[in-house]
Structures are given as structure tokens and as C-alpha cells.
């Protein structure tokens, strides 16, 4: 379905007269360039970067805006990666650390077996102590459970280390984890897809062309999954929308991508603490700028728990189709400083959506519509 | 959709709408495009890619209040035992400590305002403005007009004698608030003992008559309706024509915690709506503010681009809308961060929005 361009194409549409270049090319449907990418990032027009992106969220959406009801499953912290960013991760011996059992996972599930849980995003750090059968015991405990549910788990950072860790192909890691019941793959670990950045923040994590080999295997498996971009940290604008084309070329190749989700950097309790949180301006761009970059995406996602509930709900009209989950439990972006709530309600989701003018779809994993 | 279109005509060629044109654009008109209009209308007013602030304290002279109005979590009544309660009125002491500090840090002004202490009249006042100016040579705004309507009825005087007096005793300009809706059906049931909208309006009136500027606020998100909020900005609209006395329009949301309304908090895309409205409406009034005490930063910076030109105020202290369970805190490195990083210059001002 397409929307025709909005009504009123005077003048004052756009106070930054770049943005005209760029609006009729989406209404064209032609591809946006790398120069275009750039010009979105460092136009100070917002309302105008706004309008175009609403247009094509609508075009794609209409007037619904998504949500699911999920849980999140973190299974240790404990990780040998040791990224500068994060704040959530542990030595082994280090307060703090932990690792669950597979019956603190069956536990934990259990004690929200009442809730409509429909999707389980389950990922954790790189622990040495965990063999390859507790990942199988992991998923399959999880099936038993809650078999209603879809299972999306590890990055693509956990897929590796989990193919070293059971010596055996890519391919064959990625099948046995498939078998034992993963269905879809989140979309964090990529950071950003740059080897300076690579370096600079997290040396010991797989580089870019990993990554994208990695994904790229999980896609010809026939498993969906996400894609992200942390931003607001030591990266360039050109470096962002670099990976934004990554991400696209990528897509052309496989059409696994399901959404793409900006991350908001926190830096609270990280070794990067001098660096001030991104602001509104900041996420409401990388927000913008994913909807119209990745032309061949389904859905962009305003994670609140990052960009916090109230500009989550802004986001919905600057290209945002999914506000992501209910969640109950975060834990990774709260232990960088994060202010957000730590669960929303399923009322509380729709409230937020219905009062920004949308009509709130609870989704599952795929985005079909729960009744 | 050819009204909605004609009352969009209307407002991009700059001219007034009324109450009814008013309300069918914010039912009607798509979240972004109040957006673009507004954002037209900042631009329109004031070409220069500035946003203002301004570096003051919130001064709570007492926190005893008759009024008891069912919205605020800060008061505490009066005829209680105060040593068990949390009532007090400012000493000499921690009044000269907290501007000295303010001033320390770039303040230019003071806001001053308190509870409707029963047992304070007209003589504390002048006292407390004298000592202030006794001792420092800032600006103090204070004074809400339920303040004002009050010390006037207590000291059996009239409105514009009451001004006259706080004025000659150093009271340069007043703050908009106590102004909620300025709809009495409304004030009846939120703040029942507190002025009337026209005794509100009446001490805006006589304080411009006397050559005293102020600002107007606005809190919705409590019991009133959508056309409530078209009512309250009508009014100060008209009086604006009249006196010109208002530097700028400050909308803001309750804060439902600890307080007797049970409502929902409204949304900040609700907040973003009626901002916008404000700019496109009150076509009379050079400022509009954005809330971040309210909104948190992230909202008050998107603010920027629905019609608000101004961040208000650093604010060294707030106890109010703290009480509410709103713990917002910016500094002014932060504050001008936000600014600067949507785009604009951030610029110091004083109460009348001049540039420092």
C-alpha cells in the first residue's frame, strides 16, 4: 500500500531545503545514497527528517503500532568479552557474577506461567563454565515450558562462541540450536560494523566480517533475526551510515532481517562514563534514519527501555512501527543507568499507543496479530 | 477535512483563530503537522536560532497552605503540630544562604512564592522583600496571584494597593502560576479555596496596569476537558491584547502522585499537542517554555521543535513538582548541551527575556 505524499507540499514542509532532494526520491521509491544518509544525520530540521519518515512508516504501517508481550531471560553475566561499553558484564570471581542453572531457568519461567508470555529473548555472556549441552538444555527447558511461546535467543556473538565451543561447523551449531528449539535471533553484537570502532571498544568480541558471516549462515538456515546499531559513543556520523548500508546490502542478499532496533549508548558504570547520554535529537535521527535507510526492512523498532517510555511514544511518528516489549525484567541497559521503567504493562503499552494516534497491535515474534 | 484545511490556511498566514478553530486543529490535525505549524510560528517570531534560559531558584518562603488544593503533594495544613508535621516558613538565615548561593552561581533572579500561610500578613512581606533587597541586588519575581488574593483579603486591601505595596518593597514581576485552569467550574473542583479565574485574572490585570510584567502558565491533565484548555488560553490571550503584560506562556502537566486526583499522567505526546497548540494560538505572547521539570530532558528538547523557544530556568532547587514524585534535575551544562545539540544557540536571559 502507498500513501499519497502528504497533502501540503508548501513551502514551509521543509526549513532545511536538503531534505526536498531527499522526500522526492522516497516518494520515487528510488534508494537513498550514502550522502543522503549523512544529510539526514546532520540536518537540524527535525520535523521535516519527521514528516518524510512518518510517510514511509505509514505507507508501510498505516496507523498501527506493534508491541509484544515477552520475557527476558539474561542466563549469566559472567563473560570473558569484557566490551568497554558494558556495564553489565562480570568476571568469574567478581561480586555480582552469576550463572543460572538450568533450574533457576525452568524457576524463573515458572513463575510468570500465569502471564501471556509470547516470546522469550534469552541472551547472555560468553561464560566458560557453560558447555555446549547447557545451551541445548537451555532451549529445550524452555520449550518445555512455555511451548507456546517463540524462542529468540544468543547474537551472533554467542553463536560463534558456541560453535567453537561445541567443535563443529557454523552450520551444524546453528542446525542442533534450531533442532533444540531456537526460532529467531536478536539482533545485538554488532555494535557498530566498523573495524577502528572494533577496536577501539570491543577488541576481543568478533570483528564486522564475522558478524555478517555469521548472520548470514542463521539467515540460510531459514532463522529470522534482528539487527542494531549502538550509537552515541565514539562513532562517526559516516560511520553510522555505513553500517546502515551494511545492514541493507546484507538484506538484499538474504530478506532475513526482521526489525532494526537503534541502541542508545548508556555509559553509566562503563570504562566510557565521560560520555554524556544521547539526547532526544540523537535518537529521534537514528530513529529517522533507519526508517529510511533500510528501505527493505519491515520494522524499525523505539526501544524504550533505552530512549526512555516518553520519547518512545515521540518515536512512533518518526518512523517507529514497534515500542518492543513489556519485558518486566531488564537488566543490561539498568546496570548502565538507565531511568526507564523496568517493565511496562500490557495497559500501559496500549495507553502509550493510543494516545500517540495509533492503534496498538500486540504481535507475535513474526508480527502476526495475537487475538 | 476542508475545515480542518482552512483553519491550517488560517494559522499559516498568521491569523487569529478562535476557541472552536482552535479545539478542531488539536482533535483533528495529525501530530506532526501541529508540529510544522507550530515550529513555523517559533520561527516566525523569532527568526534567530536562539533558546533562552534562565538561571534562578525556586524560593518556598512556607509550605503551609490553607488552600489545600487536591493536585499538590508539597503543602502541609495549617493548626498542625509543627514539629511533627513538615510545616515551616523560611528564616532570615537559610533565605540569605540559598540567594547567596544562587548568586554565586550566575542566578539573576529568584523565584519566591509559598502556601497561603493564615497567619502572615501584608507586614511579612514587605519585610521579606526589604530584607532581600537589603541585602542583594537580584531580581524577585513572586508571588503567584492566589498569593497576592490572598494577602490582599487578609490585610483588607484592594488588589491594585496590594501590588503597589509588594512593588514599592521590591517586587519586580510575577510568576504565572496558581493559574491551573482558569475555568471556575474546573477551580471547584481542584482548588476550591484558592481565587477565582477572574480574581486571578484581575491581579494580572492590575500588576500590568502598574507597569509589572509576568508570565501565564497552564496545568492540565487533571479534571478538565479538551475545550477547557482553549477557555484558559482564550482568556489570557484577550488580556494580553489588553495590557501586554505577559512575557511568556509556561503549559505543564499534573503530576498525579500524592496527590487526592486519580487520574493518568498525560502522555508526552498529549504534552507535545497541547504545546504546539499554545504557540499556534496565543499569537499575542513572544515565549512559549517548554517543562522539563515536568517532561524530563528528552521531551523538553523535542519541545524545541513544537513551538517552545525557552527552557525556563536551571533551577538550583524545585520542591513541588518534586513532591509529586518528579525528580527531574538538569544543570545549566546540561541544559545548554540539549540545546545545542537540537540546533540552536543557547543564550542566558533575565526575567524579560532579554539576552545577557
Redesign the interface.
Known amino acids: 500500500m502507498k500513501l499519497p505524499p502528504v497533502s501540503d507540499m508548501s513551502v514551509s514542509m521543509f526549513i532545511d531545503k536538503r531534505l526536498e532532494r531527499i522526500y522526492s526520491k522516497v516518494l520515487k521509491g528510488s534508494r537513498l545514497s550514502k550522502e543522503d544518509g549523512i544529510c539526514i544525520y546532520e540536518t537540524h530540521d527535525l520535523i521535516g527528517l519527521g514528516q518524510i519518515a512518518n510517510h514511509v512508516r505509514r505507507s508501510l504501517h498505516g496507523n498501527k503500532a506493534f508491541y509484544i508481550y515477552n520475557q527476558h531471560l539474561n542466563y549469566t553475566n559472567i563473560c570473558k568479552n569484557r566490551c568497554r561499553f558494558c556495564a553489565y558484564a562480570r568476571d568469574r570471581k567478581e561480586k555480582g557474577a552469576y550463572a543460572w542453572s538450568i533450574e533457576e531457568i525452568e524457576k524463573r519461567l515458572l513463575e510468570r506461567i500465569d502471564e501471556p508470555v509470547n516470546e522469550l529473548h534469552i541472551v547472555g555472556g560468553l561464560n566458560e563454565d557453560l558447555n555446549f549441552e547447557y545451551f541445548i538444555d537451555l532451549l529445550k527447558t524452555v520449550k518445555r515450558i512455555r511451548p507456546g511461546a517463540t524462542i529468540k535467543a544468543f547474537t551472533s556473538v554467542e553463536i560463534d562462541y558456541l560453535s567453537n565451543l561445541a567443535g563443529v561447523s557454523l552450520e551444524e551449531t546453528i542446525q542442533s540450536l534450531k533442532n533444540a528449539g531456537l526460532e529467531m535471533m536478536p539482533g545485538g553484537g554488532a555494535e557498530v560494523l566498523n573495524s577502528r570502532i572494533h577496536e577501539e571498544l570491543f577488541p576481543r568480541k568478533i570483528n564486522h566480517e564475522r558478524w555478517l558471516e555469521i548472520v548470514r549462515a542463521v539467515h540460510k538456515a531459514g532463522i529470522k533475526t534482528n539487527a542494531t546499531l549502538l550509537y552515541g559513543h565514539i562513532e562517526t556520523i559516516e560511520e553510522r551510515v555505513d553500517h546502515l548500508i551494511t545492514l541493507r546490502e546484507l538484506q538484499d542478499e538474504t530478506d532475513g532481517f526482521s526489525a532494526f532496533i537503534p541502541l542508545a549508548f548508556h555509559s553509566g558504570n562503563t570504562k566510557l562514563s565521560h560520555i554524556p547520554p544521547t539526547t532526544a535529537m540523537d535518537d529521534l535521527k537514528n530513529v529517522a534514519a533507519a526508517r529510511l535507510m533500510l528501505d527493505n526492512f519491515d520494522h524499525i523498532k523505539a526501544y524504550w527501555v533505552m530512549i526512555g517510555e516518553k520519547l518512545a511514544q515521540v518515536a512512533l511518528s518518526f518512523g517507529a512501527d514497534d515500542l518492543d516489549g513489556t519485558i518486566i525484567e531488564e537488566k543490561i541497559t539498568h546496570m548502565a543507568g538507565a531511568t526507564s521503567a523496568k517493565g511496562l504493562t500490557k495497559d500501559q503499552m496500549e495507553d502509550m499507543i493510543t494516545k500517540a494516534g495509533f492503534e496498538p497491535v500486540e504481535r507475535d515474534s513474526f508480527y502476526h496479530p495475537m487475538n | 477535512m476542508d475545515k480542518l484545511n482552512s483553519i491550517?490556511e488560517k494559522v499559516?498566514e498568521n491569523q487569529r483563530i478562535d476557541v472552536n478553530e482552535g479545539l478542531a486543529l488539536f482533535r483533528q490535525a495529525?501530530?506532526?503537522?501541529l508540529?510544522?505549524l507550530a515550529?513555523?510560528k517559533r520561527?516566525y517570531y523569532h527568526p534567530d536560532?536562539i533558546v533562552t534560559y534562565v538561571v534562578d531558584r525556586n524560593i518556598n518562603y512556607t509550605n503551609i497552605c490553607a488552600s489545600g488544593c487536591r493536585f499538590c503533594a508539597f503543602f502541609e495544613p495549617p493548626n498542625q503540630d509543627h514539629d511533627r508535621a513538615k510545616g515551616y516558613i523560611i528564616s532570615k538565615q537559610d533565605l540569605f544562604d540559598k540567594i547567596q548561593e544562587t548568586v554565586g552561581l550566575g542566578g539573576t533572579q529568584i523565584l519566591l512564592q509559598g502556601g497561603m500561610h493564615p497567619d502572615l500578613k501584608i507586614e511579612y512581606y514587605i519585610d521579606l522583600l526589604t530584607y532581600i533587597k537589603e541585602n542583594f541586588d537580584i531580581h524577585i519575581h513572586g508571588f503567584s496571584p492566589p498569593e497576592i488574593d490572598f494577602i490582599t483579603k487578609k490585610s483588607s486591601l484592594s488588589i491594585s494597593e496590594t501590588i503597589s505595596i509588594l512593588k514599592k518593597a521590591g517586587l519586580a514581576s510575577i510568576p504565572g502560576g496558581g493559574a491551573e485552569i482558569l475555568c471556575d467550574d474546573i477551580r471547584q473542583k481542584v482548588s476550591p479555596n484558592k481565587c477565582s479565574s477572574s480574581e486571578w485574572l484581575e491581579v494580572m490585570r492590575q500588576a500590568h496596569l502598574q507597569g509589572m510584567r509576568s508570565s501565564a502558565t497552564m496545568m492540565f491533565g487533571h479534571l478538565e476537558k479538551d475545550f477547557h484548555i482553549f477557555e484558559h488560553m482564550d482568556k489570557i490571550r484577550t488580556l494580553q491584547d489588553e495590557t501586554r503584560g505577559f512575557t511568556a506562556f509556561i503549559p505543564w502537566t499534573f503530576q498525579p502522585d500524592n496527590t487526592k486526583i486519580a487520574v493518568?499522567k498525560k502522555?508526552?505526546?498529549?504534552y507535545?499537542r497541547v504545546l504546539a497548540m499554545s504557540r499556534l494560538f496565543l499569537d499575542n505572547i513572544d515565549n512559549i517554555q517548554a517543562s522539563w521539570v515536568t517532561?524530563?530532558?528528552?521531551?523538553a528538547?523535542?519541545a524545541l521543535?513544537f513551538g517552545a523557544n525557552d527552557m525556563g530556568s536551571t533551577m538550583i532547587e524545585e520542591n513541588v513538582v518534586a513532591s509529586a514524585g518528579v525528580d527531574f534535575m538538569l544543570s545549566k551544562e546540561?541544559l545548554t548541551?540539549?540545546i545545542t545539540?537540537?540546533?540552536f544557540e543557547p543564550r542566558q536571559r533575565d526575567c524579560y527575556y532579554h539576552l545577557l
Open positions: 491550517i499559516k495529525d501530530f506532526l503537522t508540529a510544522r515550529n513555523h520561527f536560532k493518568k502522555t508526552s505526546v498529549e507535545l517532561q524530563g530532558d528528552k521531551i528538547q523535542t521543535f546540561e548541551r540539549l545539540r537540537a540546533g
